[in-house]
């Protein structure tokens, strides 16, 4: 019962957050096509934009530090005991802080902010139930996954992460907690978005048995692409904090600058990436742009993750992956001018999962949480087949996973604020 109330407080909590989101988006792409009409001066507007929102996000965090970033690194901490719960005033944080810097044009994930808030609500609700401090836990956990499926309208995926990523069990006394906060959470959300899947994805036949050799070779370099991406993402973070002369809300300005500039020239080089995946599976985005902007956002989203507002990965992730599949589709149709006229969406299909399983080695997640946000499942023996051959590479390599190393910086951060509280 306390998990099912949790759920409906999640799901009203991440339904307003997205709803939020997804008319701030509308408006600045509305802002956008004012500016354009202004000529030269026009672009500077959607760089004071975005210097203004990400330096607001910077300015939540500055006041309530444990807002920054992801959250879901914090989560993960909880469930292993490095860490206590999130208190709630993580979760106004989160929501003020996440529109500010997301829906001004960071290319940040909104997953991020709702799982937290899930978390918070989670733990929050175990608390004053007065459950022992395991059982605190678990209810963090469960609710964790129910902010996801939130996020992404994905209910099995949310349940597998919260399962897999968070509590790496599947012990039935994590697993029916889940359940219920994810089909709670997910049953309020839909009151406020409709119960649409995120990506309208025409019919996707199933890619032919014997091109299954093709999506392993994409998963192996797919793999690549992900271990240099984690990196990237913790290098920028590492690249910004060194610069210690200047305060951390004017290097967010300043990356927020950058940002709206590069969104000035194409409104796809930022965001979260949840419209420029949906006009790629329209077709509508030409070769020359989709690897620019692969490029870009490449190296802009590990930035805006730097700038220390509110934010996930998962979603840039995402869009980075369709990106990528894109590029393969394109490189293999110049080899094989023949090759099948319907590999293209199964290819950024399985990108998405496929470099999302490389760099959080969440692989079930990620395949189930792009079936759900496309509801398609036609490809998934060729996109298992390349998030393997991804998360094999990945692992191979010796790289941890991106969160894993998330959470020991928070660790190390939580404990050198603790020994100089001034700093």
Partial sequence: MLAVVAGCVTGV????FRWCLDHL???????LDW??????????????????????????????????GSGIQHVEAVERGEAEPAPLRVIPARFVGGLAAIGSGLILGREGPTVHMGAAVGSETGRRAKLDEHDVRVMQTSLSGAGLAVAFTAPVGGA???????????????????????????????????????????VVAPPSITLLPVFVVFGLLSGLIGIAYG????????????????????????IGAIVGGLMAVDTDAAGGGDNLAQQIFDGSVVLPVVAALFIVRFVAGPLSYAAGTPGGLFAPMLALGALWGVLFAAGLEAVIPQSDSTLRDA???AGMAALFGAVVRAPLTGMVVVMEMSATTTVAVPMLAATAAAVLVAHLSGTPPVYDSLREQMLANDAGRERDPGA
């Fill in 160 to 202: 597998l992460f919260a399962l897999e990523e968070v509590a790496h069990s599947f012990r039935i006394r994590v697993v029916v907690p889940t359940i219920l906060a994810v089909a709670a959470a997910v049953a309020c959300g839909h009151v406020i978005l409709g119960d649409r899947p995120d990506f309208l994805v025409g």
């Fill in 231 to 254: 990196r990237a993402v913790l290098g920028a973070i590492t690249a910004v904090r060194g610069i210690t002369r200047v305060p951390q809300i004017a290097k967010a300005a300043i």
């Fill in 25 to 31: 988006n509308r408006w600045r792409f509305e802002m």
């Fill in 347 to 349: 290819l950024v299909l």
């Fill in 35 to 68: 500016a354009d009409g202004l000529g030269a001066p026009g672009w500077l507007i959607p760089v004071a934009l975005t210097a203004a929102g990400a330096a607001l996000g910077a300015f939540i965090s500055h006041l309530v530090p444990i807002a920054a």
């Fill in 13 to 16: 909590l991440g339904g307003a």
